[in-house]
């Protein structure tokens, strides 16, 4: 990853935006307010973008540069219609508590009418956008600032298997579990960022958010180091839990319903989950919520072998799939066709055209693995 790279955009940097999916989740959020809270820390300007954040995002007490902070920081523009009101000097003068604008009329007084305000371009040096697959498809990126984000270097921090990949810095891994994770470990890599206190706790919520905190038996090792370096930099353990409590927010919950009235077990001993680009669109979540499924889902069923969870990309409609068994059986599947660990989860490079041969494909592949 880009990590030493992103940290020198950054510290170069005197406006930055941070970018956001339209509905963020706790790790999404903790890992947005402790990049926030150290760049304020240190002489920062932060705006997020979009202004407008997701409501579903809990703790105001907590996530208070995610849900309060305003947008970036903008050019205020005076104009004269100078064919109403024509000049012929322009001047400015400096006061200890005012800045006067001076026209000096060429002909006749200048009209108050003649004068309006309006909003100028953003100041914004660089761009960390988390969580964010397509910052071209983003809504804020089409809708807010076009401009900007052709201009300012972008670090790209996301931990899809989708993500298109842009940006000069790419904090992208799929290895990793959490965008806290990721954000955590760029931020200690720089004296004076390193989180502590409440921001460590906030990072460590978010990592746990997405560890059921830690009471799955998959967590990573990577999980682990991050949650501990947290701790020692004195994050608390107890209110961490209480934040990521929060995770399990209604709209991915449902989701995951959606996917437990299509599960069905075979007779190898295989759990098999759908999920259909419908399901994510009437929900509004997206792939970034998927390991959180396939762990409730695992909670919840009966005991199975290995678990398959088939999901339909909601812009190119081909279906994909993401496993969990024991390593043996992922390793066996691995050597046959190509895919990427998620910790626990591999999660195939294959699109399939339909549900059914994507399922017939993976039943092959899971039953010399079994």
């Not at 820390?41 to 997020?48: D, P």
């Not at 989708?162 to 760029?186: C, P």
């Amino acid at each position: 990853m880009d990590t030493q790279k992103a940290l020198e955009i950054l510290e170069k940097s005197e406006h930055v935006a941070i970018l956001l999916p339209p509905d963020p989740g706790i790790d999404c959020a903790a890992a947005a307010e402790a990049l926030a809270r150290a760049l304020k820390e240190n002489g920062k300007n932060v705006g997020f973008v979009p202004v407008e954040r997701a409501q579903t995002i809990p703790l105001p007490e907590i996530f208070t540069h995610v849900l309060n902070s305003p947008g970036l920081i903008r050019e205020f523009v005076v104009s004269l219609d100078t064919s109403a009101s024509p000049v012929s000097q322009l001047r400015y003068e400096k006061h200890d508590d005012r800045i006067d604008v001076i026209f000096s009329p060429k002909s006749g007084p200048v009209r108050k009418e003649a004068l309006t305000f309006r909003d100028g371009n953003a100041q914004c040096d660089c761009i960390a956008a988390l969580g964010v697959p397509d910052i071209e498809t983003s809504e804020a990126a089409g809708d807010i600032y076009p401009r900007l984000f052709s201009d300012a270097p972008i670090i790209n921090i996301d931990i899809a298997p989708e993500n298109r990949r842009y940006g000069e810095a790419q904090l992208v891994s799929t290895d990793k579990t959490s965008l806290s994770e990721i954000v955590s470990e760029m931020l200690q890599q720089r004296n004076g960022w390193a989180p502590a206190g409440e921001s460590a706790t906030i990072l460590l919520a978010g990592i746990m958010a997405t560890a059921d905190s830690f009471a799955s038996p998959f967590v990573s090792a990577g999980a682990l180091h991050a949650a501990g370096a947290l701790i020692l930099s004195g994050a608390s353990y107890g209110r961490a839990r209480d934040i990521a409590r929060h995770a399990h927010t209604l709209p991915a919950v449902q989701l995951s319903s959606r996917a437990a009235v299509r599960s069905k077990k075979d007779d190898m001993g295989v759990l098999w989950s759908f999920l259909t680009a419908e399901d994510f669109e009437k929900t509004g979540r997206g792939s970034r919520d998927l390991h959180f499924v396939m762990r409730h889902l695992s909670s919840l069923m009966p005991p199975h072998k290995a678990h398959v969870l088939l999901w339909q990309d909601t812009g190119e409609k081909s279906v994909r799939a993401l496993l969990r068994a024991d390593a043996p059986a992922l390793e066996t599947v691995l050597a046959r066709e190509s895919g990427s660990f998620q910790s626990p989860h591999l999660a195939l490079d294959a699109r399939f055209s339909n549900f059914q041969d994507a399922e017939e494909r993976v039943a092959s592949l899971l039953k010399d693995a079994l």
